[in-house]
């Protein structure tokens, strides 16, 4: 069975610049989730999506932070514009219905210049 | 709100049982979680806990007290391949799992 699939792996831009991250989450999981994680630190939740609704969105930053899952499949996570503050690694997870075990994709790591 | 403490930073030696606590303070609970996560990489699910006790898999043993809303994970016959940073996480209400901040594991020979 194939994971949570994410790309790209790595990116590099600089602020004020636009970015999009793409995540594929298991298939047949319909809640799906993005993470954030900064270095030693645990991941925080952005969004959280069952089936195509967003049913937690409550620390996305939403001035510069948007995000989709058409068709409650593969979801995208956009930052326009990006700012220093967001060199991360954004994580991706889904689970069967969201009362189960989280699995995670690889991760994007941003770096902001 | 929800409030997770663990250590830091712990060291242990191979071969040797290692504890790591965390302590938890939220409002609504489901269940905990532990992950591991070597630098680098994804978190991986190692254990999930709805009722007090101790469950055991393996070298891995995660135990519960809601009522003091504690847990700990006990890694026994520590391994080098051990060292990594391992997240509690607990599922409150609304089915939010919020993770703590990490405890990172370096096993030593």
């Known amino acids: 069975e194939a994971g949570v699939v994410q790309s790209p792996r790595y990116k590099i831009i600089e602020k004020k610049q636009p970015v999009a991250f793409w995540c594929n989450p298991i298939s047949g999981h319909n809640t799906l989730y993005w993470y954030l994680q900064n270095l030693g630190q645990g991941p925080e939740l952005l969004i959280r999506y069952e089936n195509e609704e967003a049913v937690d969105d409550s620390q996305l930053p939403k001035d510069r932070f948007s995000a989709e899952r058409l068709k409650g499949v593969d979801s995208t996570l956009k930052i326009q514009p990006a700012e220093l503050g967001d060199s991360a690694v954004y994580l991706c997870?889904?689970?069967?219905?969201?009362?189960?075990?989280?699995?995670f994709g690889p991760g994007t790591r941003l770096l902001v210049l | 709100g929800q409030n997770i403490d663990q250590p830091t930073e712990m060291t242990a030696t191979e071969g040797a049982i290692v504890q790591i606590n965390c302590t938890y303070q939220?409002?609504?609970?489901?269940?905990l979680f532990w992950y591991q996560q070597h630098a680098g990489e994804a978190p991986t699910f190692l254990s999930y806990n709805v009722l007090d006790g101790l469950e055991e898999k393996g070298r891995f043993s995660s135990f519960l007290s809601r009522s003091k809303g504690y847990s700990y994970l006990l890694l026994k016959e520590l391994q080098m391949k051990d060292s990594a940073s391992y997240l509690c996480a607990v599922e409150g209400g609304y089915q939010k799992v919020t993770f703590g901040t990490g405890t990172k594991l370096q096993v030593i020979p």
């Open positions: 939220t409002s609504g609970f489901n269940g």
């Open positions: 997870a889904s689970s069967p219905n969201g009362l189960e075990t989280q699995y």
